[in-house]
């Protein structure tokens, strides 16, 4: 990669993306449609990018989590249906419609401004209704006494006039989790859900177009939750113990390289604080990674990064900008040669573990000033920098 921004740089396999989505799609069926999760600028691997190949790949639909997100992607000529999980301010309303973007309704407050803002504007917003089953967040609360004034409120939102209730979706809250309780807990969710569709569909004498709820743990542990269209974001990236199970690839990838060697005599402190210190001669090397990269300074002198001759431990603490690790004995490592911070030999999982914290932290983390490289077939085919200069 001969370019000037080769200080620390992400490789977005887009070939590994592909092979995840297709892997998915396979194992979902035919009849079930598929939402790519692309918020938070596709768990840090670029939405535009990610958004662009999942309608290319012949996804059904996107989903964000405000409307600057979906407009991002509208800009950049993405044109398949795309769904705000999040909320959008009643003066946006005519934005949502004009870029024919769906709504999440989480509430009648919401479902009513929402309806008039589209009547006043004179079009018809695309809307899909949230329940909250449990993950108690966002959604029309339908648990236990509430039952009623859930199903009433959400037929009342489906009538509203300028709304046109094109699904009906929620979200679980442990199917990622293992024990019986979180699969107890997961399929009172389901029932509940199924309850909730089956009261509004009656009230309404029609149906909800499509019914969502799958996130990743559910897409693999829970098949019976596909309903009409499966709505996974980590799977489709590769990461975590599902997408092992299910043989998916990482699609991220975090490179540096080594800027700086210098040999240290036993007994020298390393970086701020000196809370390492050389318990031989030692070879330390500078790689420009640092917390303004998204490395975690809660990792410092606990995680190690990958070389051509392996794992090198970090030392020391971690800065803004750059890191140290410990090449002692591994001397075909040198000036220029190239570490893997996270990728197919350290698999981000790895330090997410060590953080304490899950891999979507860790991806999500990488910063801006780290460009991205997007790959098919070995080859740099588009380059992301998100400074201006
Ligand atoms: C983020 C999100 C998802 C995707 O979750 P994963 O665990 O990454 O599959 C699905 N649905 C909603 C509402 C979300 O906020």
Redo the contacts with the bound molecule.
């Keep these: 990669m001969n370019s000037t921004l080769r200080r620390t740089w992400a490789e977005i396999d887009l070939d590994a993306l592909t092979y995840n989505y297709q892997t998915i799609r396979r194992k979902i069926g035919k009849d079930v449609r598929f939402l790519g999760?692309v918020?938070a600028d596709a768990?840090g691997h670029g939405s535009v990018q990610i958004g662009r190949k999942m309608q290319e790949l012949g996804a059904d639909y996107l989903?964000v989590?405000s409307i600057d997100e979906a407009l991002e992607l509208r800009n950049a000529g993405i044109t398949m249906p795309i769904l705000i999980?999040g909320h959008t301010p009643k003066e946006q309303v005519d934005r949502l419609i004009c870029f024919n973007i769906t709504q999440a309704v989480t509430c009648e407050a919401k479902a009513r401004e929402y309806s008039a803002e589209a009547v006043k504007y004179g079009g018809t917003l695309k809307v899909h209704i949230k329940v909250d089953t449990g993950m108690s967040r966002l959604g029309y609360i339908c648990e236990g006494d509430y039952f009623e004034h859930g199903v009433d409120g959400i037929a009342l939102a489906c009538n509203l006039p300028g709304l046109d209730a094109e699904g009906i979706?929620t979200?679980f809250a442990v199917s990622?989790e293992p024990g019986e309780d979180c699969e107890e807990y997961t399929k009172h969710q389901f029932q509940l859900f199924r309850d909730v569709i089956c009261a509004v569909e009656e009230k309404m004498g029609r149906s909800f177009r499509i019914r969502h709820c799958a996130?990743?743990?559910a897409?693999v542990r829970y098949p019976e939750t596909y309903l009409d269209m499966v709505?996974?974001?980590?799977?489709l990236y590769g990461y975590g113990e599902f997408a092992r199970q299910w043989g998916l690839r990482p699609v991220m990838s975090l490179k540096t390289t080594v800027s700086t060697i210098k040999i240290y005599p036993k007994g020298t402190k390393i970086s701020y604080g000196g809370i390492y210190t050389c318990d031989q001669t030692t070879r330390m090397g500078v790689v420009p990674y640092g917390y303004a990269d998204g490395f975690f300074r809660t990792l410092s002198n606990r995680c190690s990064l990958y070389t051509g001759e392996g794992l090198c431990p970090q030392r020391g603490k971690i800065c803004m900008d750059m890191c140290m690790i410990d090449l002692t004995g591994k001397n075909s490592v040198d000036v220029g040669s190239e570490v893997e911070i996270f990728g197919s030999h350290q698999p981000v999982e790895v330090l997410a573990d060590l953080a304490g914290t899950i891999p979507?932290e860790i991806v999500c983390a990488v910063s801006k000033r780290v460009p991205r490289y997007y790959l098919e077939n070995g080859n740099v085919v588009e380059k992301e920098l998100m400074l201006r200069f």
């Design positions: 999760v918020k768990y989903a989590s999980l979706f979200h990622d996130n990743t743990g897409t709505r996974p974001g980590l799977l979507y």
